[in-house]
């Protein structure tokens, strides 16, 4: 009687242990399951991409190439920021930060405001402004050679990296011809053209309401010494990101439909790259 009692006890106790080898066993794998997904949550963005898929796009094209329309369509696609310098340094100097502060003393003294503090700028907006939390379109800058390397630099304390130069090519005579008829909305930088992307309302910017310009210095003495500058300093830039395999020259001559479809296609052939590289 006693030993069938000492066997069923050491059957139950057997038992026991079994069952709270599982419920640990189980209890690990529960832990390793929710850090697997605390992990992928915390490496997919809102828009469902890893940072590794964040845009990172510099624009380059001349004055009137089509920057300002096709920026907005890349921007609102991608959910990502426009970095333009212009704006961003009458933005910093407006809100008196410590850049905008140091590039105002530069200014007021007829000075050029340094790569450095442009860069600087560029950093803070990646760190600070929400927008570019999947991205950027850089506008503007780098324009020479050693901003590009600078550019680089910050980006890559960053373990991030320039992932197209977008060039929007154009013929000088043409865009002459397309610069006089343009229209801007001061406070946005949304442009127009009489006659290629005429506004709804005469002089009058399509979203805010607001009355549209023509700026002083769209005239054909004044545009042919800035696309000879523009291409003085862009060649070099061009070339410089060429040999890194990130230059993707479109034809801006193209109605502006079919220069968003050229650069729609330079993303899509990009993801199509990638996804293929990460299955190997």
């Not at 426009?82 to 105002?104: I, Q």
Request: hydrophobic share 35%; charged share 25%.
């Amino acid at each position: 009687m006693s030993s069938t009692l000492d066997k069923a006890k050491d059957a139950a106790a057997s038992e026991l242990d079994h069952l709270k080898n599982l419920v640990s066993q189980l209890s690990e794998r529960i832990t390793d399951l929710e850090k697997k997904g605390q992990a992928k949550v915390q490496s997919v963005l809102p828009s469902g991409r890893t940072p590794a898929e964040e845009l990172r796009l510099i624009l380059i094209g001349p004055p009137g190439a089509g920057k300002g329309t096709q920026a907005p369509n890349i921007r609102e696609k991608y959910n990502v920021c426009h970095l333009a310098t212009g704006d961003m340094l009458r933005s910093e100097v407006s809100k008196k930060t410590p850049l905008g502060v140091e590039a105002k003393k530069i200014m007021d003294n007829g000075g050029l405001v340094s790569d450095e503090i442009v860069v600087g700028m560029i950093k803070n907006q990646l760190e600070t402004n929400k927008e570019c939390q999947l991205g950027f379109i850089l506008d503007g800058f780098p324009r020479t050679v050693v901003q590009a390397e600078k550019l680089d630099a910050m980006l890559q304390s960053k373990n991030q990296s320039i992932d197209h130069a977008l060039e929007l090519k154009i013929a000088d005579n043409l865009l002459i011809s397309r610069i006089t008829g343009r229209l801007i909305h001061p406070a946005s930088g949304r442009s127009y053209h009489r006659e290629f992307n005429p506004p709804k309302k005469e002089m009058t910017d399509d979203i805010s309401g607001e009355p549209l310009i023509q700026r002083s210095d769209d005239n054909v003495e004044a545009l042919r010494k800035r696309l000879l500058t523009y291409h003085q300093q862009t060649g070099p830039v061009v070339d410089y990101y060429a040999k890194q395999g990130k230059h993707a020259p479109i034809d801006a001559s193209q109605s502006p439909k079919l220069v968003w479809s050229a650069i729609s296609a330079v993303f899509a052939q990009s993801e199509k790259a990638r996804k293929a590289e990460a299955t190997k």
